[in-house]
């Protein structure tokens, strides 16, 4: 069953359709939310703020790709989220449990490489109007069409963001590499 | 570095991105949207349009989570409001003790599933169809034991019994409940009782539907010889004179329990027998809800959601207007309002599954005809009046379909009292510029910036408070922007709230982008004010602006955006 026929049971009473669709997205949900620079920690927290307001404003849904939407709100929620005082408090609750078994943060446990953690963070010091279409693009397989859409900007700003996007991530790894070999001797 | 080494650098990071632990949400997910919804809602009683038989055996697991989640916080998250309401911490319960009490609870629950699938007739396997999973017990068990510093034996015990009243709840056969009501008062309110047996009717269905795959042989056997009538006939009859056991005991369980058989598709199927279920519940159920149970049989879209006619859907749309009239339980004449509303936007704009246009994009003949129909033969009712207006507006169009943006339903039958879409073609639309304050904003703006005092702004509408805090932040007041926010809400102290827009950067005019204009924005329950519908050339960016009134007059929401 595609999403368009979900959404409709959803709005119908079906629940079952809904928590499908929660299914379904919540991978790509967490797996952006932490793309755009969240802690690990709080991707549980943004999830569910997702899926509570897709439900709250399912009514309001209409006509548009329910992905699209979902990136739109998840964008809406990470930043509302760093403002949200509530976090504040939660981020306080968890520091003790930021390290995992192993030693490691969260973050160490995913990205295993220094390589890939190196070109997080690097992706993490771009400006959001480079950073956003970068991720959409390369980590999520989005046209730049659908880029223009969830963003909002014009389908040659697209094509540019990227481009000047893709120039400083390479300055930046450039540095973050140096850096690091300076570390290593 | 080259072009060539970044991207293969982003697909390695692209991999480890996808390797992200996938652990599950759901019902933690499910439990905020509860609780959310609880929020927002007063009438509780589910509201499933007639399309009771395209929910298949998925269907049951929502419906249960959702019971189990019902009055079911995750411990984690009572901790949290105990916490925050001052309330007591540890008491010293001990890892054994919620261990022992989880255990004892799990073989209630096996004793009660046991029991059940027993009496439902239903042979192995589906445990995972039927009730709440192990796994949720498992989870709540878990997050208690995370938790133990914070939870008493008192908090312990009374979570113990509500997991072991959602489990009695999920393990009522609707036979038991129709027993129950039949001999109830039949000036009784519907209430709980009415609103569970609505919920084991569809549940069970889907796991009397999985069922059917494992009788497949003997139904193929029963039918070679007897052909397809009469065995539907020894069925429906609860299995009496069927050669086949299994099939004597499916069907006595399944009769008892509400069910019928039909055929569908060249197949032998369960549904519920709505009809016959009102009947037992003569003469002492509630006259509203067997009423309803009778329009619940009127089945108008297959299992899989496509209206099976249009004419048959326009049918029901008439008897839902005449029947709600005689209608007194509050819960059931909103329950039809509901399904009315539901019913007739799928008449009149369709749905993903069941376009009303053509490949020409040309108004389809069955649903003019049914349009037709229901015009001319009921001329007196409210749908049909309705109904005409929306024909004429096709006809001006030659049947031609309107554009996505334009599909919306213009104007619902007069009894539904829905004033939105009528009100579509009157609203008050605020054309001005957000951040072109009239004369007398401004000089209240001037005002309420220095005194901070409500009692400047009253006479304000919630567009003008939107202004005002667009304005404030233009201005980088943010100050006057914290001043805004109604006292109740979790908001930030101002000092930090101010301090992070100094740093945010963040300017809210650029969200205003291709912004048209605003209306008032209703909450869909209670009809009051909740916020300013901004509306945008691109109607998906459309977005909420929140307000709510306090004290005589409008506060903006912490975090107004939606």
Wanted: proline share 3%.
């Amino acid at each position: 069953m595609n999403d368009e026929e979900l959404v409709f049971r959803a709005r119908n009473g079906n629940m079952q359709a809904f928590a499908e669709l929660i299914d379904i997205h919540t991978p790509t949900v967490k797996r952006f939310a932490f793309q755009l620079g969240n802690k690990y920690d709080d991707i549980d927290d943004i999830t569910q703020e997702v899926f509570v307001r897709v439900y709250r404003f399912l009514e309001q849904f209409s006509h548009a790709k329910f992905t699209t939407w979902l990136y739109k709100i998840t964008l809406n929620v990470t930043r509302d989220f760093a403002r949200n005082k509530q976090r504040q408090i939660k981020k306080v609750l968890k520091i003790g449990k930021e390290r995992t078994y192993n030693g490691k943060t969260a973050e160490e446990n995913i990205l295993r490489y220094e390589e890939d953690r190196a070109l997080h963070e690097c992706i993490q010091k771009l400006d959001e109007k480079y950073r956003i279409p970068i991720i959409l693009f390369y980590f999520h397989d989005k046209s730049y069409d659908e880029i223009a859409e969830i963003t909002g900007i014009s389908l040659a700003n697209v094509k540019t963001r990227l481009l000047r996007g893709k120039e400083h991530l390479k300055k930046l790894l450039v540095l973050a590499d140096r850096k690091e070999g300076e570390r290593h001797g | 570095m080259d072009d060539q080494l970044l991207e293969k650098r982003l697909d390695s990071l692209k991999k480890a991105y996808n390797e992200m632990p996938e652990e599950e949400n759901r019902s933690a997910i499910l439990a905020a949207i509860k609780k959310d919804q609880k929020k927002k809602r007063t009438n509780k009683w589910l509201h499933l349009p007639y399309a009771a038989s395209f929910i298949g055996v998925g269907m049951i697991a929502g419906v249960l989570m959702m019971q189990y989640i019902g009055d079911h916080i995750p411990s984690g998250e009572k901790t949290e409001q105990r916490q925050a309401s001052g309330e007591n911490a540890g008491t010293g319960l001990k890892k054994a003790d919620v261990k022992a009490e989880f255990e004892e609870l799990r073989s209630y629950y096996t004793e009660k599933q046991k029991d059940t699938k027993e009496k439902l007739g239903l042979g192995a396997g589906f445990e995972k169809w039927l009730f709440l999973s192990m796994e949720e017990l498992k989870g709540t068990e878990a997050n208690m034991l995370d938790n133990l510093d914070n939870t008493s034996q008192v908090e312990l015990e009374l979570e113990i019994k509500q997991l072991k009243g959602t489990i009695d709840e999920s393990f009522t056969l609707p036979g038991k409940l129709i027993e129950e009501i039949s001999k109830g008062d039949p000036d009784e309110k519907v209430g709980r009782r009415e609103e569970l047996l609505s919920l084991q009717l569809e549940s069970y269905l889907g796991a009397y539907m999985q069922s059917m795959v494992f009788h497949e042989w003997d139904l193929n056997q029963a039918t070679e010889q007897e052909g397809v009538t009469a065995v539907l006939e020894k069925l429906n009859r609860g299995g009496k004179g069927l050669a086949s056991a299994n099939l004597r005991k499916l069907a006595a369980s399944a009769v008892e329990n509400g069910y019928a058989f039909r055929e569908e598709d060249g197949r032998i199927l369960p549904y519920i027998d709505f009809i016959r279920v009102a009947e037992r519940l003569k003469p002492n159920g509630n006259k509203d809800f067997i009423k309803y149970l009778v329009l619940r049989s009127n089945k108008i879209q297959d299992r899989n959601g496509v209206v099976m006619s249009y004419q048959k859907l326009g049918e029901l749309l008439v008897k839902l207007e005449r029947e709600s009239f005689g209608v007194k339980d509050s819960m059931i004449h909103q329950t039809m309002m509901n399904d009315a509303q539901s019913l007739y936007a799928l008449f009149v704009i369709g749905s993903p599954l069941n376009s009303l246009f053509d490949e020409n994009n040309l108004l389809k003949g069955e649903v003019k005809k049914a349009y037709q129909y229901v015009i001319d033969l009921y001329p007196d009712t409210d749908t049909a009046k309705a109904l005409e207006t929306h024909y004429v507006q096709l006809e001006k169009a030659g049947f031609k379909k309107p554009a996505d943006g334009d599909l919306h339903v213009e104007l619902y039958p007069e009894y539904l009292q829905i004033p939105a879409p009528q009100g579509r073609q009157q609203e008050e639309k605020f054309i001005q510029s957000i951040y072109l304050l009239p004369e007398e904003l401004l000089a209240a703006y001037k005002g309420f910036s220095v005194e901070k005092d409500f009692d400047i702004l009253r006479d304000f509408g919630p567009f003008e408070i939107m202004q005002l805090y667009f304005y404030a932040d233009s201005l980088e007041d943010y100050g006057t922007k914290y001043a805004l926010y109604s006292k109740n809400g979790e908001k930030p102290p101002e000092d930090r709230y101010i301090k992070e827009q100094q740093e945010s950067g963040h300017k809210l005019g650029e969200l205003l982008r291709g912004y048209e204009y605003g209306t008032l924005y209703q909450a869909n329950d209670t009809e009051e004010i909740v916020g300013v519908q901004m509306h945008f050339k691109n109607p998906e960016n459309n977005m909420v602006f929140q307000v709510i009134e306090e004290d005589e007059g409008w506060k903006v929401r912490y975090m107004p955006f939606q």
